[in-house]
Nanobody
Framework: QVQLVESGGGLVQAGGSLRLSCAAS???????????MAWFRQASGKEREFIAG????????VYADAVKGRFTISRDNAKNTVYLQMNSLKPEETAVYYC?????????????????WGQGTQVTVSS
């Protein structure tokens, strides 16, 4: 079972930037546990939504239309960590941001496809 721990959330003004990190343990990226990683977010009263995903080697990266050009997902397999750089943040992007992992090389946008989840980190964007 993979354990995921997010960090880097906080309060930022509209137009600002944050960098989220997700540290994985229990099944490292560099061994046979090939895992696709993704970031989701869930605003209060709304469904959890896919933001970005990255394949085990980083060869495949997928973004939701809402964040294309502003967010960047990356990974450092030597550190077992995935990152989400978020720029030009908007107040409506206030949400709890979750890291997720799944075995395999694809990074689908459905919650149900992911085996492991972090506890989430709060991002608040003030206007």
């Amino acid at each position: 079972q993979v354990q995921l721990v997010e960090s880097g959330g906080g309060l930022v003004q509209a137009g600002g930037s944050l960098r989220l990190s997700c540290a994985a343990s229990g099944c490292t990226f560099s061994n046979m546990c090939v895992m696709g990683m993704a970031w989701f977010r869930q605003a209060s009263g709304k469904e959890r939504e896919f933001i970005a995903g990255i394949s085990p080697t980083g060869a495949l990266i997928v973004y939701a239309d809402a964040v294309k050009g502003r967010f960047t997902i990356s990974r450092d397999n030597a550190k077992n960590t995935v990152y989400l750089q978020m720029n030009s943040l908007k107040p409506e992007e206030t949400a709890v941001y979750y890291c997720a992992a799944r075995y395999g090389t694809s990074v689908p946008g459905s919650n149900d496809e992911y085996n492991s989840w972090g506890q989430g980190t709060q991002v608040t964007v003030s206007s």
